[in-house]
């Protein structure tokens, strides 16, 4: 219960570095709880060490202690100190994004103080294509607290339709989980129209790793090189290893692609305004914000059937299998050798996302939020 002299209903949200500036930030969510600490007073608890400065004002932070100690005892800590605010000023609510150790701590609360807690799911929390081994029902322990913290939290959210049909396949909760898009700010990427020209500049964006699939990408970017002019941006981290090196070397494109590493969400801008195409080969996805940005800035998309592709549907995108390197360069050259499709594809996909932004997300978190809320008081 929220005290009779308060303005806003708080709520304790909890995350691992969730509202960083860095590699641990997600933008989006940085984004949206911007925009409901005008509603709701925000108070986030990081468990992971943030650079807090970077944080706007209108959102309180609280995070580990610099002392040397082990993680968990960090955790404890954090949890710790959400118990005592809590205890001085109730909470309405209890947000935590992802499983461990946020959501726990999160349901522990919900029980101690009758304070529903929802669980926000990002990624492959609730569930990930058999293929790949990686997301939490692939270890024993994470899989276990996954399956107890989603069925004892008042509310799980997801950020899909492609991402709610695993949950609800691998999660036992019986109750309802609500679908609620996490969209982009699209005002930090405006549209900028372009035309085809050669060399075609294609970029990627994403850490490397099995679930975004680049060793794909790479091969079906050989096929194409070999057809037409081209150059490949890649942007993100995890690409500075023998295992890339080698495979630039074994398919003859060294000199046709360019890694620039990490690069902050405020500078990709300037990547996707060189780009004519997204390519994104990823086996599993959620709202996948770089196409989304992509879309926003007028950067066709060439990617899986999966997370926001699969919502959408057919459109706004160049679609395609994963994990399919011959029928990923087909699409792609089919898309370069039709301009027309080309056009009509970015501005029809730009309207898109800006019809369903990030002040559309907000506007569906907050009467969702404002409705829970309303029902626990």
Request: aromatic content about 10%; some cysteine; glycine content about 6%.
């Amino acid at each position: 219960m929220m005290r009779k002299n308060d303005s806003k209903p708080r709520i304790a949200v909890m995350g691992m570095g969730t509202f960083d500036a860095g590699p641990l930030g997600i933008p989006v969510m940085i984004d949206l709880f911007t925009r409901l600490s005008t509603d709701f007073d925000i108070v986030f608890y990081s468990f992971l060490a943030i650079d807090k400065s970077t944080v706007p004002n209108s959102i309180t932070v609280k995070q580990p202690i610099a002392w040397k100690l082990p993680g968990r005892i960090k955790y404890f800590l954090v949890g710790l100190r959400c118990v005592w605010d809590h205890l001085m000023n109730p909470f309405s609510l209890y947000f935590a994004v992802s499983i461990y150790p946020t959501a726990l701590c999160a349901t522990i609360l919900e029980r101690l103080f009758n304070t529903p807690a929802v669980i926000q799911l990002i990624s492959t929390e609730g569930g990930a294509e058999p293929n790949v081994m990686l997301g939490n029902m692939t270890i024993p322990w994470l899989k276990k607290m996954t399956l107890s913290v989603c069925a004892r939290a008042h509310t799980v959210v997801v950020v899909g339709d492609y991402q709610n049909k695993f949950a609800k396949t691998n999660l036992t909760t019986h109750r309802d989980i609500v679908v609620l898009p996490l969209r982009i700010n699209t005002a930090l990427f405006p549209f900028r129209a372009r035309k085809l020209s050669y060399p075609v500049q294609f970029i990627q964006v994403g850490f490397y790793g099995p679930i975004k699939d680049q060793d794909t990408m790479f091969a079906a970017f050989a096929k194409v090189a070999e057809r037409i002019d081209c150059h490949l941006t890649v942007v993100g981290h995890g690409f500075d290893c023998s295992k890339v090196h080698q495979m630039m070397n074994d398919l003859k494109i060294v000199d046709k692609v360019t890694f620039t590493g990490y690069v902050r969400n405020d500078v990709l801008r300037t990547y996707l305004d060189k780009a004519h195409i997204l390519l994104h080969s990823a086996v599993f996805e959620t709202g996948c914000a770089v196409v989304q940005e992509a879309m926003a800035s007028g950067v066709a998309v060439c990617g899986t059937r999966v997370g926001i592709l699969h919502d959408i549907g057919d459109g706004y995108a160049s679609t395609f299998q994963p994990s399919d390197p011959d029928e990923m360069a087909t699409t792609i050259l089919e898309l370069v050798n039709d301009p027309i499709k080309y056009s009509g594809m970015i501005r029809a996909a730009s309207q898109w996302i800006r019809t369903y932004d990030a002040e559309w997300s907000h506007r569906n978190y907050l009467a969702f939020l404002k409705e829970l809320i309303a029902i626990e008081t």
